[in-house]
């Protein structure tokens, strides 16, 4: 069964209270997604874990923390809880991440596998390839996931996955790396990747038939909208066009940061509200546009407008981006959540677009 989550991470009752079910539905496996605030907050405490893996480290939620110094403490918890003899299955390209790795090999009783395009990682990308389909009616390609051999300690694994992106090889070698700890069979690992499907909101690519790629993606930090960005561009025959906001409530650092992030490699940017919360959506742009070097940008508060902005502005051979909200399905503001979706905006945004030009 399905339900919806508050956090992340639930709270430590809510989460034994589920283990438990589980144990009773005789699962063998529990994955968590455990947050920095869940490891300071102790909501994992009571908990050991076979597997403890961290993918990867840029600024966020500094609003909680304080600093980037007491954010990787946090983060660096997450071993805390191994099991005797666990594995710990790190991000070997991460320079944030890299010295954990040799800490934990040289003092801890971990089994360490580490995982990226280093040489030297314990599962590597080899032979990375971006898989394109033709758009027929078009008659242009478009992005259809990635191709690239694992070499791992078990043998090499063939990955042909739909995902798209180079921060997706990661996500992907990172699963295998979990995957080889458990001891699961390179002919498991190759077929489950094989049979996943694409993940919510998470460069997702909403067709109507236009003639330019439109793409939603959570990207909510300066590191992962411009891994979107940047993906986008390498897919892209034309203009990137970026519609994003930042957050209320939250770390105001990564403001101006996420905005010079979007003008420096898109080629416009249309800066819009995200999840205002208790703030002035004026003042959260006014911090965006602070971080702007370039003046490839507009301002529309209105996020269903600046969606429709965008799209009437597409040529084809252009990707429009819808960054910041991915999966959610709401927008909050001064304490009320209102329904909105922005892949439902942006379908309706452009089957008006189409409608008028036929």
Known sequence: RTGAAVNTTPESLDLQRYLSE????????????????????????GCSLRVAAFTNFTQDHLDFHGDMGAYFNAKRDIFRYLDEGGSAVLNADDPMIQPLARTLARISDSNVITCGMNS???????????????????KRTVPAGLS???????????????LIGRFNVYNILMSIGIAHALGIHTDAIEQGLRSMESVEGRFEQIDEGQDFLAIVDYAHTEDALRNVIETARSVTEGKVITVFGCGGDRDRAKRPQMGEAASAFSDFVIITSDNPRSEDPADIVRDI???????????QHDRAEAIAEA????????????????????????????????????????RKRLALSD
């Open 289 to 299: 546009v602070y971080g702007l070097k370039k003046t490839n940008y507009s301002v």
């Open 311 to 350: 799209v009437s502005m597409a040529r084809e051979g252009d990707t429009v981006i819808i960054a910041g909200k991915g999966h959610e399905d709401y927008q909050e503001s001064k304490g009320k959540r209102v329904h909105f979706s922005d892949k439902e905006v942006l379908r309706r945004k452009i």
């Open 148 to 162: 690239f051999t694992a070499r791992t300690p078990s043998g090499e694994i063939p990955v042909n996955s739909c």
């Open 22 to 45: 589980m144990v009773s539905n005789k699962m063998d496996y529990a994955v968590l997604e455990i947050s920095s605030h869940a490891l300071s907050l102790k909501r994992v405490a």
């Open 120 to 138: 030297d990682a314990t599962i590597r990308a080899m032979n990375i390839s971006e898989q394109r389909i033709q758009n027929k009616k078009h």
